[in-house]
């Protein structure tokens, strides 16, 4: 439930590095969204205050991690504007953090008690198992990060809500959890926000496209083609 604040806290931070201009309709489409997610998921629960505190820091890292991705990917000064030059960065250490946190947590005395490893077989089994959720995972955030590089992180979010969605009718529809009518009015709002998005974007591209057409004949000049970062717009200004 905390979670469902990450696209709130994303976009203020798109709206902190001008990766975004400041609209009270995007603030509004992105509450309606939050509080689409939040009803999928509310239920009454146990209050643990550490719990909150870090799930809520997580929610915040989030939005400050897909920031300074379209930071890296769109910002020509760092050289990172290929997806899969960032990824040659940012892998090797996101793997070396996870695999220390998970010599220190996981209980690795019990490896060899798992019926995951417990003959070559379930090795082999487990292997590609892994080996076929990994390249899953990478083609995903390869995905992810390309998506970044020409649209913006917020997109990207909202892209994420949307296969929420799917998530939970899959759930639902295959493996027959339980669906109440606060799930059912979270989906309906999870897709009235994302509607209400592809509108102002729309509204956006229009927008941009008249005010090329206003332009008189820039063949380099391309509004609608691309998010531009705000600060290397005043930054052409400035030199023009």
Same mark, same amino acid.
């Given at each position: =439930?905390?979670?469902?604040?990450? $696209?709130?806290?994303?976009?203020?931070?798109?709206f902190a590095f001008r990766l975004e201009s400041p609209?009270?309709?995007?603030?509004?489409?992105?509450?309606?969204?939050?509080?689409?997610?939040?009803?999928? +998921?509310?239920?009454?629960?146990?209050?643990?205050?550490?719990?909150?505190?870090?799930?809520?820091?997580?929610?915040?890292?989030? %939005?400050?991690?897909?920031? =300074?991705? #379209?930071?890296?990917?769109?910002?020509?000064?760092? %050289?990172?504007?290929? $997806?899969?030059?960032?990824?040659?960065?940012?892998?090797?250490? =996101?793997?070396?953090?996870?695999?220390?946190?998970?010599?220190?947590?996981?209980?690795?005395?019990?490896?060899?008690?798992?019926?995951?490893?417990?003959?070559?077989?379930?090795?082999?089994?487990?292997?590609?198992?892994?080996?076929?959720?990994?390249?899953?995972?990478?083609?995903?955030?390869?995905?992810?990060?390309?998506?970044?590089? +020409?649209?913006?992180?917020?997109?990207?979010?909202?892209?994420?809500?949307?296969?929420?969605?799917?998530?939970?009718?899959?759930?639902?529809?295959?493996?027959?959890?339980?669906?109440?009518?606060?799930?059912?009015?979270?989906?309906?709002?999870?897709?009235?926000?994302?509607?209400?998005?592809?509108?102002?974007?729309? #509204?956006?591209?229009?927008?941009?496209?008249?005010?090329? *057409?206003?332009?008189?004949?820039? $063949?380099?000049?391309?509004?609608a083609a691309k998010y531009v970062i705000l600060e290397?717009?005043? *930054?052409? *200004?400035?030199?023009?």
């Open positions: =439930m905390c979670k469902s604040a990450s $696209p709130i806290f994303l976009l203020l931070f798109a609209s009270i309709k995007l603030l509004g489409i992105i509450m309606i969204i939050s509080i689409g997610i939040l009803l999928t +998921v509310a239920k009454e629960t146990e209050f643990e205050l550490w719990g909150f505190v870090f799930v809520m820091l997580a929610a915040v890292m989030s %939005g400050f991690r897909w920031s =300074m991705t #379209q930071i890296l990917l769109q910002k020509e000064v760092y %050289g990172l504007k290929n $997806p899969l030059t960032l990824m040659s960065y940012v892998t090797p250490v =996101m793997a070396l953090i996870t695999g220390l946190l998970s010599l220190i947590f996981d209980p690795w005395r019990e490896f060899k008690k798992s019926s995951y490893f417990d003959s070559s077989w379930h090795v082999g089994q487990s292997l590609v198992l892994m080996l076929f959720g990994g390249t899953l995972a990478f083609f995903m955030v390869l995905t992810e990060y390309v998506l970044v590089s +020409v649209t913006s992180a917020v997109t990207v979010t909202i892209a994420g809500v949307v296969k929420e969605a799917v998530t939970i009718l899959v759930a639902v529809l295959y493996f027959h959890d339980h669906f109440t009518w606060l799930k059912g009015a979270g989906l309906i709002t999870i897709m009235a926000g994302v509607g209400l998005f592809n509108w102002y974007k729309y #509204q956006k591209l229009q927008k941009g496209q008249k005010s090329e *057409d206003g332009l008189a004949g820039s $063949p380099t000049t391309n509004v290397d717009m005043d *930054d052409q *200004d400035h030199n023009t």
